[in-house]
């Protein structure tokens, strides 16, 4: 099949046009449905990647609305295996006057960069910020959507707690792109003693606690070991790994998944039809050359198997530019200044490969009965067909 | 004007090749009403949510009931207010309401998510009128008892009825099920307020507190007069500004959304734009003889869009029948997700109404008008003796 290459590739494009929109309207479409799947799969695969940290996170039973005692904490501390910890309380203040908020953690100055080994911050910032009760470290991608630089101050105003915090930016961290670099931390203490001193019911929550073990294999013993030791305490606790921890929230957004199957069904089942129709198109007014090709010898398999590599062809083209281009588009496009939170977002290598693989599909499968039909034409009547 | 006649008797000989055209673009639609109607559905039962007179008072900034706290001495401040109506034996129609989380797994999943829990006084009942008992019986005050819309309880574990869940170290009955006409009342617990406090040591205090006024002009003074009050130090917003605050919140949904749409309908216009000039291809002889017999070139660009929006028009039929079937098989097509104004379960129905339906159907005259447009303006280029000479 390799010597008719040339052949079918100029066959693609004989009708420059209508090879084209084709190959678009793949493209677009295959752009669509690969970036709506890497919306669920690239958080899969940053949680599978963040395996390696041995991270635990511990909330209380009643999940994260329930109040885990800042007491926990030394508990935690105390317990073999554990390596490190530190309280990440969801502040969840408003800065301004946006609508949309961004992830602000009370936590313990000197540990949270050891259980977040792979945040860089340069040692004077972070030792700034130790000795720095109102200070804060912010992620490098929210310095810079939000113009913060260090000794910047940001207000910020309660909204679960009844404290306002005015914080002033001592640090920036920054890390490789597969970690969040819009967190806002600053010190516990902060928020806590204000809370404390109105006798706030709610003081004194640790939200919850992150550790760190010193080997892979300890995780499971340590999540069940902290589990059991708060069994009977005021506070029942339950532990996830990093990886759990971050599907839950996927969880949270219900039948998503779903959804996007679905979508992407009648996404694909459109390109189908219009892919086929375009095929059909081609290799009716392709009648008389068909018969002229199967007159000099081409045999029905190599004929069926021509119009089968043009469309496949057709639709790997549509996929490269949709599936590949998609990855590269958001390799070069931060979205984190559009939509806050979606800093992280990228299209994996699966994804983008299960894409193209889809497109040839597509291609394949919409080629099938335009090719059958053109081998089947016989050489007498197509030859006599005037179109 | 070249008679319609003449495009749809075209359309009907080239039968596959329109079809195939119809069934792509009827997808498309079908596609882009289903995102539509999933953020309209949200969007909808937020706002039926809100009743126009009814006012929210709750800690000064916090947005959402949950996180919010008033104590039971300062909500009698604030029930001396005047401008609260009241109901046929004079007692004021503001209910004292406790809203805790409870943390439930979805039917078939493992990992729980937040479920609004809400404890009430007889009076709530007053303040949502739509809300009807209609499985079993209401819950009786002092017993950890619960009612559950009908809706959470098809989705949640424990919330089927005669069926118990947690909330913290209380073990609830699910006694009834109620509906409430759609909204945010939909997707809630209920249970007896005190009971309710309890269970989760939060005697003495409520989340909120929930009033009807009078009229408009008693609801504006009453929220300007709780803001204002410094020994009151609360915050009072109208419900409707609540729940449309919320529904703000929701913005990465309508982005998704529309973010498909935007894609499919220009992948849909590319396919379109196939089908046309395929179709004027090979009718180049015609559009000769047309233009012989004196059909000027507007009426042929006229005829050839008009065949382009009817292919489409046809589609986007299909595509909203498409919709509505499946709102009648499944009976209103009924999903949840987490309202990111609470972080708790919202349970709603997708929404194909006439706007949403609408909106598809403009989607898909837009690939019909764009689509077609290409096609036909080459139709009309074409120089009569070219094409009367091609094959």
């Known amino acids: 099949m390799i010597k008719y290459l040339p052949l079918i590739v100029r066959n693609v494009f004989r009708n420059k046009i209508r090879s084209l929109f084709t190959g678009a309207s793949i493209a677009v479409s295959l752009f669509l449905v690969v970036t709506l799947y890497a919306l669920l799969t690239h958080q899969d695969e940053l949680a599978e990647a963040s395996k390696v940290h041995n991270r635990v996170a511990v909330m209380h039973k009643a999940g994260l609305s329930g109040q885990l005692p800042i007491g926990h904490l030394d508990r935690v501390r105390s317990m073999p295996a554990v390596q490190v910890a530190a309280p990440m309380s969801w502040f969840g203040g408003n800065y301004r006057e946006e609508t949309v908020q961004f992830a602000q953690f009370g936590t313990d100055p000197q540990t949270i960069f050891k259980v977040y080994e792979e945040l860089e911050i340069p040692p004077d910032q972070l030792a700034a910020w130790q000795k720095d009760r109102t200070g804060c470290i912010v992620g490098s991608v929210i310095a810079r959507n939000k113009g913060w630089k260090i000794g910047d101050r940001i207000p910020l105003q309660g909204n679960i707690y009844p404290v306002d915090l005015e914080l002033t930016v001592d640090g920036i961290y920054d890390g490789p792109s597969t970690v969040d670099r819009e967190w806002l931390l600053f010190h516990f203490d902060y928020m806590d003693q204000a809370l404390q001193e109105m006798r706030y019911p709610t003081a004194g929550n640790a939200g919850i606690v992150m550790l760190r073990t010193t080997t892979a294999e300890q995780v499971p013993q340590v999540m069940r070991a902290i589990e059991d030791a708060f069994a009977s305490s005021d506070a029942p606790v339950k532990s996830l790994t990093e990886k759990q921890f971050a599907q839950s929230f996927t969880e949270m957004f219900g039948n998503v998944r779903g959804f996007i199957r679905y979508t992407s069904l009648a996404v694909v089942s459109a390109l189908l039809c219009v892919a086929a129709n375009t095929m059909a198109m081609s290799v009716r007014e392709r009648t008389r050359e068909i018969a002229l090709l199967k007159a000099i010898g081409f045999s029905k398999p190599s004929v069926l198997t021509m119009f089968l590599c043009e469309s496949v062809l057709i639709g790997l083209v549509g996929g490269v530019v949709g599936a590949l281009g998609g990855k590269l588009l958001f390799s070069l496009v931060d979205l984190s200044t559009v939509a806050p939170g979606l800093g992280l977002f990228y299209i994996p290598w699966g994804t983008a490969l299960w894409g193209l693989a889809l497109a040839s599909l597509i291609g394949l499968l919409s080629g099938l009965v335009p090719a059958w039909r053109a081998a089947q034409i016989s050489v007498i009547d197509g030859l006599r067909k005037v179109v | 004007m070249v008679p319609l006649k003449y495009n749809l008797r075209s359309l009907r000989a080239r039968k596959v090749g329109s079809l195939m055209t119809v069934l792509g673009v009827g997808m498309v639609v079908w596609a882009s009403i289903f995102a539509f109607g999933l953020s309209a559905g949200l969007d909808k039962t937020l706002e039926i949510a809100a009743h126009p007179l009814d006012v929210l008072v709750l800690r000064k ?331």
């Open chain 2, 61 to 391: 900034g916090a947005t959402s009931e949950a996180v919010s706290g008033v104590s039971d001495a300062v909500a009698r401040d604030v029930l001396a207010l005047p401008g609260i109506a009241t109901d046929g034996e004079g007692q004021p129609l503001a209910s004292r309401e406790l809203v805790v989380f409870g943390y439930l797994p979805r039917r078939g999943q493992t990992q729980p998510v937040n479920v609004t829990v809400r404890g009430v006084e007889p009076v709530a009942r007053q303040l949502r009128e739509g809300m009807r008992i209609v499985a079993g019986r209401d819950f009786r005050p002092g017993l950890r008892e619960a009612v559950v819309s009908r809706a959470m309880s098809a989705r949640f574990q424990g919330l089927g009825l005669d069926e118990e869940f947690a909330v913290q170290e209380g073990q609830f009955r699910v006694v009834g099920l109620f509906e409430a006409g759609g909204g945010a009342v939909e997707s809630e617990v209920w249970t007896d307020r005190n009971v309710l406090a309890q269970t989760v040591n939060r005697t003495g205090s409520m989340s909120s507190l929930q009033l009807r006024a009078a009229s408009a002009a008693a609801q504006e003074q009453l929220v300007n007069r709780v803001k204002a009050d410094e020994q009151i130090d609360l915050n009072a917003v109208t419900e409707a500004q609540y729940y449309a605050d919320q529904a703000a919140q929701s913005g990465l949904l309508k982005i998704v959304g529309g973010m498909i749409a935007f894609f499919l309908t220009i992948g849909a216009m590319f396919a379109v734009a196939n089908t046309m000039y395929g179709a004027i291809a090979s009718r180049a002889r015609e559009i000769g003889t047309l233009r012989a017999l004196g059909f000027g070139r507007g009426s042929i660009l006229m005829a050839f869009l008009l065949e382009s929006l009817v292919l489409c028009g046809l589609g986007a039929a299909l595509g909203c029948l498409g919709a509505l079937a499946l709102q009648a098989a499944t009976g209103g097509l009924r999903t949840g997700t987490m309202n990111p104004g609470t972080f708790t379960e919202l349970a709603f129905s997708f929404d194909f109404g006439p706007r949403v339906l609408l909106k598809g159907a403009l989607l898909a005259m837009a690939m019909g008008l764009l689509g077609g447009l290409m096609p036909a303006l080459r139709a009309v280029r074409m120089k009569v003796v070219d094409a009367l000479r091609e094959a």
